[in-house]
């Protein structure tokens, strides 16, 4: 069964996740977390999104963001 489409509106939260296969670390090293983090501040700084919570583990991130 197809899920139902969502409803995307201005000003409403977004959980964004990526998770790497195979158990596989998406980062590797205290640098590449880094590194993203930076990449991340920078779409902040922009105005790009506004980042409520996140959370960076070895295989996977999670953010909760407004667009």
């Known amino acids: 069964m197809a899920r139902l ?3 995307d509106q201005p000003g409403m939260l977004h959980h964004v996740t990526n998770r790497s296969l195979g158990h596989i670390p998406l980062f590797e090293t205290e640098r590449d ?6 990449l991340l501040a920078l779409l902040v700084r922009r105005g790009a999104l506004q980042v409520h919570a ?8 999670h ?4 667009i």
């Open 54 to 61: 996140y959370a960076v583990l070895s295989t996977h991130f």
């Open 63 to 66: 953010l909760l963001v407004t």
């Open 33 to 38: 977390v880094r590194a993203f983090l930076a």
């Open 5 to 7: 489409a969502r409803r």
